[in-house]
């Protein structure tokens, strides 16, 4: 099974900024919508954001405004930009394909995710 591998988290004050990365390989970046997803403890995992490989972007209502999904097709990787993080953005979050049957049907696993805590 595939994993993804996700790195960027960390520490962060409220209000402050972090850049997530996920590499993928490049025979599923190239075709598949990609997913930022995060889990916080005692929650079921959630949704934040995908993107098209058409670049066509969508997003939690909790983190609109505020985070921002890209891809660079050179480098096959996808990044999760987050500002103005609050307390409840803490979680560990993962990266994977955006559809959950491709998911599936390719094998895609769920890496260890990358931890991020906001915290005074």
């Known amino acids: 099974q595939v994993q993804l591998v996700e790195s960027g988290g960390g520490l962060v004050q409220p209000g402050g900024s972090l850049r997530l990365s996920c590499a993928v390989p490049?025979?599923?970046?190239?075709?598949?919508?990609m997913g930022w997803y995060r889990q916080a403890p005692g929650k079921q995992r959630e949704l934040v954001a995908t993107?098209?490989?058409?670049?066509?972007?969508n997003y939690a209502d909790s983190v609109k405004g505020r985070f921002t999904i890209s891809r660079d097709n050179a480098k096959n990787t996808v990044y999760l930009q987050m500002n103005s993080l609050n307390a409840e953005d803490s979680a560990v979050y993962y990266c994977?394909?955006?559809?959950?049957?491709?998911?599936?049907?390719?094998?895609?696993?769920w890496g260890e995710g990358t931890q991020v805590t906001v915290s005074p």
């Open positions: 993107i098209t490989t058409r670049d066509i972007t």
């Open positions: 490049g025979s599923i970046f190239r075709i598949e919508a």
């Open positions: 994977n394909l955006a559809s959950a049957p491709r998911r599936t049907r390719i094998g895609i696993g």
